[in-house]
């Protein structure tokens, strides 16, 4: 399967600012997810990362707050922007190299906001 | 409104037994099913899936059931081995390959 890097692997953040998350799959795929964990809480999808064009946002993510960024079909960004306490959560990418595949994840990127 | 539940948090087995872990779906439009398996500071491991077609799929000591007409599938490990000891998560889809949805996952204890 194919090896995900996320960077950065976790951080702590004053409120109000923003922090990029970097998702490197060391192959092409075809699909690739952005997923938040908050505490005590299971998976939720924030979006399908599309390349060359704009992301999918599920029901409650907008664009404003969670914007992505999908140049190639081996790297995506993902910004949480104007960060409040509540963002606070372990935010995940994952591929899936065909729909018939199982997707894959990366090990996260572990966010503090203070 | 949770369409993945997993209603048992925490399960606890003997190094040997069997352990079975749970979940139960509301969405009659999913058919492709995945297990997890995540342990502290990493990211969700890809375990076992099924497709609907199918009731059975084995890989190892793990097998998966699905059971369409109770909206239920059910994860064996056999024998249970203390590195199992991990929050196992329930996936679903509508098709394979596309957004997940998950439980809210079952913690596996298991002793020797």
């Known amino acids: 399967s194919a090896v995900i890097s996320q960077k950065p692997s976790r951080d702590i953040c004053q409120r109000g600012t923003s922090l990029t998350i970097q998702c490197q799959v060391d192959s092409q795929v075809t699909m690739m997810f952005w997923y938040r964990q908050q505490p005590g809480q299971s998976l939720t999808l924030i979006a399908t990362?599309?390349?060359?064009?704009?992301?999918?946002?599920e029901s409650g993510f907008v664009i404003d707050k969670f914007p992505i960024s999908r140049p190639n079909l081996t790297f995506s960004t993902l910004t949480v922007s104007n960060m409040s306490p509540e963002d606070s959560s372990i935010y995940l990418c994952s591929v899936a190299p065909d729909r018939y595949q199982p997707q894959h994840f990366g090990d996260g990127t572990r966010l503090s906001i203070l | 409104d949770q369409q993945v539940k997993q209603n048992s948090p925490s399960l606890s087995v003997q190094e040997g037994r069997i352990s079975i872990l749970n979940c139960d779906y509301t969405?009659?439009?999913?058919?492709?099913f995945l297990w997890y398996k995540k342990y502290p500071a990493e990211g969700p491991t890809f375990l076992i899936s099924i497709s609907s077609i199918k009731d059975k799929n084995e890989d190892g000591r793990f097998t998966v059931f699905l059971n369409k007409s109770a909206k239920h599938l059910s994860l064996h490990i056999v024998p249970s081995q203390p590195g199992d000891s991990a929050v196992y998560f329930c996936a679903a889809s509508n098709q394979a390959g596309t957004a997940l949805i998950f439980g809210k996952g079952t913690t596996l204890s298991v002793s020797s």
């Open positions: 969405n009659s439009m999913f058919d492709y």
């Open positions: 990362a599309n390349q060359g064009s704009e992301a999918t946002y």
